[in-house]
């Protein structure tokens, strides 16, 4: 059940201003936000955006909004030079598989798996909630040899000796997004390295490479090849959420150009207004310095979280991801170890706490509720933070200040007041992620009838589903909800776990 019926308010990069959240579909937000390219580990960049998409979902939710979330993986298309508007470059899947690191892999599929599987347990360790769907862009070739021939045939793409192009001069709002509107300062840029001489503009972009030497290649009415980057995520999108979505975030690097291309040819196939609100998420440095290898200072998440016998530094998950949260999304970021040193303290203070109430509600003591009312208004603040525009600065000092209360009144805390903080706890984490981690994968045990059960219904449904019989498979899939089981299709197969009560 919701906690908060209210308002969500967020800025939109397409207006430039903050507006509420007014979904399509009153009470059902549709939300997409692009996932990574799994050429390589995350960095905490990577996931500063990422995060903030987990924290819109976390507020919607909040908010009273049923929510579908989509965010894909990217294991095919992506060129080095997309973002100078897809002219000729490497495809970065390739080039990792080239490297010295991609030398451990026997081919590229393996790459691109290897790499999904530990974008996906970063993504767990950081608190980030599971997706209603992750898509892989390499599972949708079919939807976009599709796409690619639907624009083709109403005369916004072309053809050409090495591929095919969305014809940018057909859709008259390009560059709304971005601001770059100026087609004839945008063409003498860069983009002119492109090699294709049959091109008609070079803010043109790629929908289909002819490419029958790609190590990942398909054959479409144009012979073999892969997609381009940009198309994927319209299909996707299309494909989980409909022609018109609510929400569409990312990092600040995908408004131009591959959210602004995603923007037209979304609305050249559909006609349609794609996206209703767009979230960007802005670049972090560290230490005051953009962050580079060379520099010395590019961290991924388990660089941070592993344990130092395994070369890590051993930091709790959850302090790493409260220093991403310490900044407003819409600021620069600046990472410090300084502030990640301050939240490891923060959330030494959340397990005393958690402790403390456990240890109250065992003992239940006697007397009147001395937290209640000072907690309510703690979790109304960082409610109302969150709804103004994912404000975390706020809602964490919210967070903090209440934690600090409940630590106060010692460990003579009655049973009232620390079913009152217990409460509080969860409100809060369900909202922030911060107090624990939220949902783990149930360790699956022989000798345990009721996971013996779950496995045998899930079986069943993927029998039923097998059979086309999708009225059995729903029905068992309402059973299994019924018993407080959710079911989450990962790369890996079906995955299902307890839902606890902040679910």
């Known amino acids: 059940m919701p906690v908060l019926a209210a308002t969500f308010r967020i800025f939109n990069t397409r207006t430039r ?13 549709r939300f997409y936000s692009c996932g990574p390219t799994v050429y390589s580990y995350a960095h905490i960049g990577n996931f500063r955006s990422f995060l903030s998409a987990d924290l819109i979902y976390r507020t919607a939710r909040a908010a009273g909004l049923d929510v579908s979330y989509v965010t894909n993986v990217t294991d095919v298309g992506h060129l080095t030079l997309d973002d100078l508007s897809d002219p000729a470059g490497e495809d970065r899947m390739v080039k990792a598989l080239n490297s010295k690191e991609g030398e451990q892999f026997a081919n590229i599929w393996d ?118 980057w940009h198309i994927e995520c319209s299909v996707m999108s299309m494909s989980y ?35 209703r609100h767009w979230v960007h998420t802005r670049f972090l440095q560290v230490e005051g310095q953009k962050m580079s290898k060379r520099a010395g200072n590019f961290y991924t998440v388990r660089d941070l979280i592993s344990p130092q016998e395994e070369g890590g530094r051993g930091i709790d998950p959850l302090a790493v991801r409260m220093t991403l949260m310490s900044g407003h999304y819409r600021k620069p970021f600046n990472f410090t170890f300084e502030t990640l040193k301050a939240n490891i303290r923060h959330r030494q203070r959340f397990e005393e706490a958690m402790a403390q109430v456990q240890l109250a509600q065992k003992q239940a003591l006697a007397g009147p509720d001395e937290l209640g009312k000072p907690l ?57 992620g911060i107090v624990s981690a939220e949902y783990e994968e149930i360790k699956r045990s022989e000798a345990s009838d009721f996971g013996k059960k779950v ?17 059995r498979a729903d029905a068992i899939r309402d059973s299994l909800s019924a018993m407080g089981i959710a079911l989450m299709d990962t790369p890996e197969g079906v995955v299902w776990k307890r839902l606890s009560n902040l679910d």
């Not at 507006?19 to 059902?28: R, Y």
Request: include cysteine; glycine fraction near 6%; charged fraction near 25%.
């Open 17 to 29: 201003q903050v507006e509420p959240v007014d979904p399509v579909t009153p009470g059902k937000l």
């Open 111 to 228: 790459l691109a798996r290897y790499y999904t599987k530990v974008l996906i347990e970063d993504w767990k360790s950081l608190n980030l909630l599971e997706p209603t769907v992750r898509p892989r862009a390499t599972d949708h070739i079919r939807e976009q040899i599709s796409a690619v021939q639907q624009l083709l045939e109403s005369g916004h793409a072309y053809e050409t000796d090495k591929g095919i192009y969305f014809d940018v001069s057909k859709f008259a709002a390009y560059g709304e997004l971005s601001g770059n509107t100026d087609a004839v300062e945008l063409a003498p840029t860069e983009r002119n390295i492109v090699t294709d001489d049959q091109k008609r503009d070079s803010r043109d972009f790629a929908l289909w490479k002819k490419d029958s030497a790609h190590l990942m290649q398909w054959y479409s009415p144009w012979g073999w090849g892969f997609p381009g």
């Open 241 to 275: 959420l409909g022609e018109e979505i609510d929400i569409h975030a990312g990092g600040e690097d995908l408004i131009f150009p591959h959210h602004e291309c995603e923007i037209a040819q979304s609305e050249s196939l559909t006609g349609k207004t794609f996206a």
């Open 376 to 432: 309510a208004r703690l979790r109304e603040r960082a409610f109302g933070a969150m709804l103004d525009d994912l404000n975390t600065p706020e809602a964490l000092a919210a967070a903090i200040e209440g934690v600090k209360l409940i630590l106060s009144v010692g460990k003579t805390i009655n049973a009232s007041s620390s079913a009152s903080a217990s409460d509080w706890l969860k409100t809060i984490n369900r909202l922030l």
């Open 455 to 471: 496995e045998l219904l899930i079986e069943e449904r993927k029998q039923a589903r097998s059979s086309r019989d999708f009225t």
